[in-house]
Each structure stands twice: as structure tokens, then as C-alpha cells.
């Protein structure tokens, strides 16, 4: 099957994922975008600073524009502690992450429309093998780790208070919602041993 260009002048995806992970955030408490989630600690706060660092790296670093503003997480080779890049330390305030997400994508969007999609890239954490690519595969990489967080995110989100996803309200209110997820487990109960 013959692969499809990417065309870097239509972002529409990138850029909704982009939304979508921001909107995980919103009206949460400082505590909500902290707190660990997870066995492994995923935590809100930690995602978004986590794809700072793919924004940064991806659609900077390896396309020989770096994001100019300093990543300690990444930049200093001192710093040892576990996952560095999936949780805010309490120095990192939450806008403080999420401006830095923000700009870092201002930046990716800025070198992709300086570069064009065939601009030669290199990524040094790759293979050696691998390592050459170029920027239209680099923004298939971005897009791809920014949609999965992004859904990654949303059910986090619910876990925290219920919402998920920009459609959740229009598809039914609470009862709605409670009704329906009766529905799935008494399905469900049926496979129980």
C-alpha cells in the first residue's frame, strides 16, 4: 500500500490533540493534576511535561532548531531521579508546565513551517541504523504520541471526576451515563468466574 505525504500546512489533528490535552487540566485542583494515578505514579501534570519533551526533542532537537528555553529534566545530566519527565516537582507549578507546552508546540509548529515536510532529521536517541528521517515522519511520530497521551489523559480525567472527552455531555447527563454503565456490567457479570 502506498504511504500518504503528510502535508505540514494540515495540523488539524496534531493540533486537536494538542486541545484535548490541555482540556484534561481544566477546573482541576493542583492536588487532582498531581496526584498518582497509576501503579507506575501517571499522574495529569506529569503527561503534559512528558510531551514537552517529545515537542522539544521531535520537532526541535532533531531538526536542528532546538527549543531555546531549558528542559532540567532532560538538559541536565545530573538529575537522577526516577521518570523525571512524568511528574511536576513542586518547583514546577502547573501553569509553569503547561505555558512550557505550550510554547514548546508554538516552537514545533514555527520550525515545520520554516523546513517543509522533506527536511532531513536525525534522531539521536534512535538506533544508529534509524536515526535518519525526516520532518513529515517526525510529525507522524509527534502526532501519534500526542493522540495517545491525549486519550491516556481523558481517562485519567474521568477517573478524577467523571468527565472525559469534549462529547460527554452532549451524548447524556449523569443519569445517562449511570444507566449505561449498569447496563455494560450486568453484561459483564454474565463472564465473571
Known amino acids: ?39 507506575t505514579g501517571t499522574n495529569l501534570l506529569g503527561v503534559v511535561k512528558h510531551l514537552v519533551g517529545i515537542e522539544a526533542g521531535y520537532l526541535g532537537v532533531c531538526l536542528a532548531h532546538p527549543f531555546t528555553e531549558p528542559l532540567p529534566w532532560i538538559d541536565d545530566e545530573r538529575a537522577d531521579a526516577p521518570n523525571r519527565d512524568m511528574w511536576a516537582t513542586a518547583a514546577e507549578s502547573r501553569d509553569y508546565i503547561t505555558g512550557l507546552y505550550q510554547r514548546a508546540c ?31 515522519a517526525l510529525l507522524a511520530r509527534v502526532l501519534m504520541d500526542t493522540a495517545m497521551h ?11 471526576d467523571g468527565q472525559a472527552g469534549s462529547d460527554r455531555d452532549s451524548i447524556g447527563d449523569d443519569r445517562r451515563w449511570d444507566d449505561y454503565r449498569s447496563m455494560l456490567e450486568k453484561v459483564a457479570r454474565q463472564f465473571r468466574l
Open 150 to 160: 491525549a486519550g491516556q489523559l481523558q481517562v485519567l480525567r474521568e477517573l478524577v
Open 106 to 136: 508554538d516552537h514545533s509548529d514555527r520550525v515545520l513551517d520554516t523546513i517543509g515536510p522533506d527536511a532531513a532529521a536525525t534522531v539521536p536517541w534512535w538506533p544508529e541504523a534509524s536515526r535518519e528521517t525526516s520532518a513529515g
Open 1 to 39: 500500500m502506498p504511504s500518504t505525504p503528510i502535508h505540514l500546512d494540515d495540523r488539524g489533528y496534531l493540533l486537536e490533540a494538542r486541545h484535548q490535552v490541555l482540556r484534561a487540566l481544566d477546573g482541576l485542583t493542583e492536588y487532582q493534576v498531581r496526584h498518582p494515578m497509576t501503579p
